[in-house]
């Protein structure tokens, strides 16, 4: 799986768009990019995941660019409870394998 | 939908003592993956089950530690002897092929076992 690369730590005001950056530059045809995050003391929680298009569902945007190199997750009016690390991981698509973790993006929202 | 459910929660030992910790999937969910997190890291792979048999187990400490999926739904992990390098909190995942609801090809976590080694 491709390795990807994301800023050890963001902050953002409540109320305001949350951009989280991810940089995934040797990414296959064949890898979903995936974002999960872990609030303090719990489990990863799934958020969101792509290909190529851009993805919405209830927690949140996907933007990938169209040579698939990066991606942005958007939380859109992020709250305290959104304060997490964000972990961005690219697999393989059909394949049941793994998530190779990195140290992901502590995101911080400030009141 | 039920989550991924694990016990205990916490757990304290001594070292040189063993543990276990059970893990129950979501419902319909073959593969079963143990991860292990070390603080201030990600989650990284012990085992990775489909059904009962083992697909991955490379980065597993096989002289201390194992894992089980005897009947392909719930599993245990093991740790015997404990080292006090062992603390850490131990995740168990499901993995969602697309046959159960929710998001296809996605991976869902428990809220982990937090051992301390003392």
């Known amino acids: 799986d491709a390795k990807t690369t994301q800023p050890p730590s963001m902050d953002c005001a409540e109320g305001r768009a949350a951009n989280l950056p991810c940089n995934h530059s040797?990414?296959?045809?064949?890898?979903?990019v995936y974002w999960y995050r872990q609030i303090h003391s719990q489990g990863p929680q799934y958020i969101i995941h792509?290909?190529?298009n851009n993805e919405t569902n209830e927690m949140a945007s996907l933007i990938i660019t169209e040579d698939r190199k990066s991606s942005t997750l958007i939380l859109p009016h992020a709250t305290l409870r959104d304060t997490a690390v964000y972990y961005c991981?690219?697999?393989?698509?059909?394949?049941?394998?793994?998530?190779?973790f990195g140290s992901g993006t502590q995101l911080t929202v400030l009141p | 939908e039920a989550g991924v459910a694990q016990s205990p929660r916490y757990k304290i030992i001594e070292k040189r003592q063993s543990v276990a910790f059970w893990c129950n999937p979501i419902?319909?969910?073959?593969?079963l993956y143990w991860y292990q997190q070390i603080l201030g890291q990600g989650p990284k792979l012990l085992i990775q089950?489909?059904?009962?048999?083992?697909?991955?187990d490379s980065q597993l400490p096989k002289d201390r530690f194992s894992a089980e999926r005897l009947k392909g739904v719930d599993s245990t992990l093991k740790i015997q002897p404990a080292k006090l390098e062992d603390s850490a909190v131990y995740l168990c995942?499901?993995?969602?092929?697309?046959?159960?609801?929710?998001?296809?090809?996605?991976?869902?976590f428990g809220p982990g076992t937090r051992l301390l080694v003392l």
């Open positions: 089950f489909q059904n009962n048999g083992v697909v991955d």
């Open positions: 991981i690219v697999r393989v698509v059909g394949s049941a394998r793994q998530l190779t």
């Open positions: 995942a499901s993995f969602n092929k697309g046959l159960a609801g929710g998001p296809v090809e996605t991976q869902y």
């Open positions: 792509g290909l190529k």
């Open positions: 040797t990414i296959s045809g064949n890898e979903y």
């Open positions: 419902s319909g969910h073959a593969t």
